[in-house]
Every structure is written in C-alpha cells, then in structure tokens.
C-alpha cells in the first residue's frame, strides 16, 4: 500500500518537466495564463524605414490594468499603428497582441499611459500618454501611419530620427503627434500649440506665462512645458 501511494508522488517531478516550459514558469509565478492566450503580435516582415511602435525604447516593465484586474512587472511595447499593446512572455521573444478594448491604463517605466474611450471621453481609440492631470487633464498621444512615399529622402521627414535609415526604401511610418485637451467636463480637444492651452485660463495667462519664462522652460519640448503651466494654472507653482 506504502508503495502504491509513493510512486504516483514520484512521478510528480517528471510530469512537471514533461509539461510546456512556458506554461509551467507562468504557473510558478502566479501569471494569469489566460492575459497571455491573446492573438500573436503582427509581423511587419517587409522592409521599411521608421518604427510602428510608438517609440524606440523597447519593451519595458510596468503594471497593467486590464479588464478591471491589475498586472504587475508585465514586459510591454506599443504598436502606435494600430494602436494595440503588445505583452511579451517572460524570458521569451513571443509576443501577444492585446488589442486596446479591455486595457484600462498601464506603465512604462516612469510614464503612465491611459485608455481614455474606457472611461466614456469621446477620442480616438487607443493610448495616451499622460502629461498632467488634475480638474483639467492634458495628454500626448502619438500614431504611425504606414505609407509608400518615393519623394521621401531622409528620416527628418517622417517626423522623427531613424538611426537605421535605409535609402531606396520607400515603405514609412510617417508619425503624427498630437496632445489632447480634456476639461473639467470630460470634453476633449485636440491642440498642436500652445496659444490653445493659454486660452484655457485667460485670467492666469500673464502669470503663468512671466513663470515659465523665469524658470528657463523650454518651449521645444512641448508636453515638458505643458505639464509646467498646468501645474501653475492649477496650483500656483
């Protein structure tokens, strides 16, 4: 009887290696298998000049809201073309499309980015990137529009650098980047400059303004200086 009941046990260890790595390392880490049995991420296997993710700094770790559940250290890119974020498996180079209808918000790295459609302002579906929020919200947002342009020489013209810039190559990512206004009624607007933001509160533009100046804000790096005049118009610093 003693050796009837130790021999299923010993057999344990065996079925567990017999059964798929990637399955059991997720299992021992506590992982929800089914956030991983999304679609496979799309393969821009053609030759091409630009990126279809939103930028260059690869995946990265950060925590995932995803169909009201909270996902921690998740490896994740994201495909500004079509506006979907992808997840990679841990200590893997597969990659699973998530699509955008069930993400809430998540991170990367420092940044916050949020799914604003999910919480019922009319925009474009997809991420944005918070650059400040309180009564009113400000938010970036940027998309990769794929295009074949033969009159398009140089990666300046695409809206941004591409360090592995291949001549004769006419397939682009053309970037288009946009910030969005939303008021304290949830109304969203979509603005490229400045003197939009400086209608919002008339009666504090002059100081904010004289404030911006004085502390040497750059007006170049846009979301940097629009994060800074929110924060005064709001708070007074």
């Given at each position: 009887m003693?050796?009837?009941?130790?021999?299923?046990?010993l057999?344990?260890?065996?079925?567990?290696?017999?059964q798929?790595?990637?399955?059991l390392?997720?299992?021992?880490?506590?992982?929800?298998?089914?956030?991983?049995?999304?679609?496979?991420?799309?393969?821009?296997?053609?030759?091409?000049?630009?990126?279809?993710?939103?930028?260059?700094?690869?995946?990265?770790?950060?925590?995932?809201?995803?169909?009201g559940?909270?996902?921690?250290?998740?490896?994740?890119?994201?495909?500004?073309?079509?506006?979907?974020?992808?997840?990679?498996?841990?200590d893997?180079f597969?990659?699973?499309?998530?699509?955008?209808?069930?993400?809430?918000?998540?991170t990367?790295?420092?940044d916050?980015?949020?799914?604003?459609?999910?919480?019922?302002?009319?925009?474009?579906?997809?991420?944005?990137?918070?650059?400040?929020?309180?009564?009113?919200?400000?938010?970036?947002?940027?998309?990769?529009?794929?295009?074949?342009?033969?009159?398009i020489?140089?990666?300046?013209?695409?809206?941004?650098?591409?360090?592995?810039?291949?001549?004769?190559?006419?397939?682009?990512?053309?970037?288009?980047?946009n910030?969005y206004?939303?008021?304290?009624?949830?109304?969203?607007?979509?603005?490229?400059k400045?003197?939009?933001l400086?209608?919002?509160?008339?009666?504090?533009?002059?100081?904010?303004?004289?404030?911006?100046?004085e502390?040497g804000?750059?007006?170049?790096?846009?979301?940097?200086?629009?994060?800074?005049?929110?924060?005064?118009?709001?708070?007074?610093?």
């Amino acid at each position: 009887m003693r050796f009837r009941l130790l021999f299923p046990l010993l057999l344990l260890p065996l079925l567990a290696a017999a059964q798929d790595p990637q399955a059991l390392y997720l299992e021992q880490a506590g992982w929800d298998m089914p956030l991983y049995r999304g679609r496979t991420a799309t393969n821009y296997s053609f030759s091409y000049n630009g990126t279809y993710l939103w930028d260059r700094s690869g995946f990265r770790s950060g925590d995932l809201s995803y169909a009201g559940k909270v996902y921690r250290n998740m490896e994740m890119d994201i495909n500004a073309h079509q506006q979907h974020l992808l997840l990679r498996y841990p200590d893997s180079f597969n990659t699973v499309d998530l699509g955008n209808e069930a993400v809430d918000w998540f991170t990367l790295g420092q940044d916050r980015y949020v799914n604003l459609r999910r919480r019922g302002i009319d925009v474009p579906e997809g991420f944005y990137k918070v650059v400040y929020e309180g009564e009113a919200s400000v938010y970036e947002r940027i998309d990769k529009e794929f295009r074949r342009d033969i009159s398009i020489s140089n990666d300046g013209q695409i809206g941004y650098m591409d360090p592995a810039w291949k001549e004769g190559v006419f397939e682009l990512f053309i970037q288009r980047r946009n910030w969005y206004y939303v008021a304290p009624d949830g109304q969203a607007t979509r603005f490229r400059k400045q003197n939009f933001l400086l209608r919002t509160h008339p009666d504090k533009r002059r100081q904010a303004t004289r404030h911006l100046k004085e502390t040497g804000m750059d007006k170049a790096d846009f979301s940097r200086w629009c994060q800074a005049y929110m924060n005064f118009v709001e708070h007074g610093k």
